[in-house]
């Protein structure tokens, strides 16, 4: 099971898979009572899987298929226990269970590859960002986007206390002293070398420290996503001095993040957090739109996927929600457009995605508020 959503979890999706490849999304909830009727939902979309399955798979393969989905259906711990959004795809050796932090639009579809692009919509969409909240004890480490934040179970090795990231060489609060000799009455005497705030500061730069190198290695430079501090005033400068990070944004939110609901932490951030959005999504744009002015760039469908198959799609908008059905050749590129009821048909927005970064190419999926074009698509060509 993947938690929750990473590149490398998308990577693997994306790797070649032997079909059938069993995709279903799920809106869920947080909270009593609405959380009650997502298992509900879920074992309608599963009834969706196996009849798609059935129809063109015999009953042995559709039951072996479908054995971890089911499982999944009575786990009740889990479901007391999900997020926005529930992503759950399977085929031959592969069963991935991923949370995720966006609502979805149901959807059980059997194809030839996993049906990716809600997916794609969260990793590669330009509005998310990472908050680090801080204080001078422990960190916490939240992932979110315009609609929502959720904490995320830090990998192995990131400390989350201080005693975790100092250990034994964790300074006991304590004046330390020293002898000089003696006085005239034979008392030694002891002077202080140092005090509490001293050792406190010590302690506090080489934990902040420990902490900006560890959520660097471990989640800044893998996912590049802008990272905002959250703490108290007094531990900005301090975490800033010491911090190697360069997606540590300038700005920050000087709270103490302990004050805040997850939802009021959202907030917060995305007020930062939208203008360097909004200014890298019009860039993208006015890109496309030079491009497409100089023959560079076009909107067409059946263009875009000729182009993609020939690996000459440098960045690739994709319009969020908009599905086309039908199947996409990755050698020649050519569409067929078919109904999505087809066991061997997907998205083919869904698909020219996987084949524009398989083939070295940026993904970014826009609102459709954003998009440029009417046809759910704008590619950049590389010439």
């Given amino acids: 099971m993947a938690p929750f959503l990473t590149d490398d979890t998308l990577r693997m999706l994306l790797a070649e898979h032997e079909p059938p490849c069993l995709s279903l999304y799920v809106p869920t909830h947080r909270r009593r009572p609405e959380n009650q009727q997502d298992p509900i939902r879920y074992r309608n979309l599963l009834k969706v899987l196996e009849e798609s399955l059935l129809s063109r798979y015999p009953a042995a393969v559709a039951g072996t298929l479908l054995g ?3 499982t999944l259906a ?3 711990g889990f479901w ?3 997020w926005d959004g529930l992503a759950v795809l399977g085929a031959t050796g592969v ?6 932090q966006r609502p979805v639009s149901e959807l059980a579809v059997v194809a030839n590859s996993f049906h990716v692009k809600p997916l794609l919509r969260m990793l590669q969409s330009a509005d998310r960002y990472q908050v680090l909240s801080v204080n001078r004890r422990q960190i916490r480490l939240f992932e979110g986007n315009r609609d929502g934040l959720s904490e995320v179970d830090l990998a192995p ?3 989350r206390t201080i005693t975790d990231a100092l250990g034994a060489e964790l300074t006991e609060p304590h004046q330390t002293v020293a002898s000089y000799g003696g006085t005239a ?3 030694s005497m002891r002077h202080g070398h140092g005090s509490k705030k001293d050792e406190a500061d010590i302690d506090e730069a080489r934990f902040f420290r420990a902490v900006d190198r560890a959520i660097l290695e471990h989640y800044s430079r893998p996912s590049g996503m802008p990272l905002l501090l959250a703490a108290l005033t007094e531990y900005h400068t301090p975490f800033r001095l010491v911090s190697h990070n360069p997606f540590l944004m300038g700005m920050g939110i000087e709270v103490d993040p302990g004050s805040l609901t997850t939802d009021q932490l959202r907030a917060r951030a995305w007020t930062i957090v939208e203008p360097d959005f909004r200014a890298r999504l019009r860039a993208l744009v006015e890109r496309f739109e030079d491009a497409r002015s100089k023959g560079r760039g076009a909107d067409d469908l059946a263009q875009v996927t000729l182009a993609a198959a020939a690996s ?3 960045s690739l908008l994709v319009e969020t929600d908009r599905r086309i059905p039908g199947r996409l050749n990755p050698a020649s590129g050519a569409l067929t457009l078919s109904p999505l009821e087809d066991p061997q048909v997907d998205d083919l927005l869904d698909d020219l995605a996987e084949l524009v970064l398989s083939r070295g190419g940026q993904v970014v999926v826009v609102p459709a508020a954003d998009m440029p074009t009417a046809s759910g698509v704008a590619a950049i060509f590389r010439f």
Avoid: A, M, W, Y
């Avoid at 069963?95 to 995720?100: G, M, P, S, T």
């Fill in 68 to 70: 971890p989905f089911r």
């Fill in 80 to 82: 007391n226990h999900t």
């Fill in 185 to 187: 009455q034979g008392t």
């Fill in 74 to 76: 009575s786990d009740t």
């Fill in 157 to 159: 090795g990131v400390p």
């Fill in 95 to 100: 069963f991935q269970v991923i949370k995720l």
């Fill in 312 to 314: 000459r799609v440098e």
